[in-house]
């Protein structure tokens, strides 16, 4: 599976941005779809992650009620709703594929990651 995460940017504090992911090499309609965050200095922490079954999601704290995680397995695809950004949403954003998994899987559980794409909140 390759994954390509696309939609970062530079924006302001309050602002809104949508990540999106796109899968190729395997239909992911099956599969849990997470999305994680680094920021300079800091360990990759998760974000929000939605199960192939339900479509149920889980997030972080930090996150909950600002970012919606959503998916098309029509389209191979994974989002990202982020609304009323802050300076601390600042970091790279992976998507992430976890082929044996569940919403309660850890980190180090997913088996394929995308490159990443910058998110940067001014405030």
């Known amino acids: 599976v390759q994954l390509q995460a696309s939609g970062g940017g530079l924006v302001q504090t309050g602002w809104s941005l949508r990540l999106s992911c796109a899968a190729s090499?395997?239909?992911?309609?099956?599969?849990?779809l997470g999305w994680f965050r680094q920021a300079p200095g800091k360990e990759r922490e998760f974000v929000a992650v939605i199960s192939w079954s339900d479509d149920s999601t889980y997030y972080s704290d930090s996150v909950k009620g600002r970012f919606t995680i959503s998916r098309d397995d029509a389209k191979n695809m994974v989002y990202l709703q982020m609304n009323s950004l802050k300076p601390e949403d600042t970091a790279v954003y992976y998507c992430?594929?976890?082929?044996?998994?569940?919403?309660?899987?850890?980190?180090?559980?997913?088996?394929?990651w995308g490159q990443g794409t910058q998110v940067t909140v001014s405030s």
């Open positions: 090499g395997r239909t992911f309609s099956r599969y849990t």
């Open positions: 992430a594929v976890d082929l044996y998994g569940s919403i309660w899987s850890s980190l180090h559980d997913y088996d394929f």
